[in-house]
């Protein structure tokens, strides 16, 4: 069951990242893997900074937090 609820969680994060950094999302596989890879990020800046989530709505946040930072980045990247 965990390995789904991460899938699920990646989804809805990188919709959510997508939305709010280009307007538009990726793609069922797109959105997923920004979304886990935001919430390994946003795991790694939550940890630095003392905090911890709990739950669905918790790692969702997370989650959404690092696939945001992870576009910003790759949309930096890009336009160098």
Do not use: E, H
């Amino acid at each position: 069951m965990g390995f789904i609820l991460w899938l699920i969680i990646g989804g809805i994060a990188g919709w959510i990242a997508g939305k709010v950094m280009r307007g538009g999302g990726f793609g069922i596989l797109g959105n997923i893997g920004v979304g886990i890879v935001g919430a390994v990020i946003g795991g790694f800046l939550f940890s630095l900074l003392g905090l911890s989530s709990n739950g669905f709505i918790g790692s969702l946040v997370v989650a959404t937090i690092g696939a945001i930072i992870l576009l910003w980045v790759v949309a930096k990247i890009k336009k160098a």
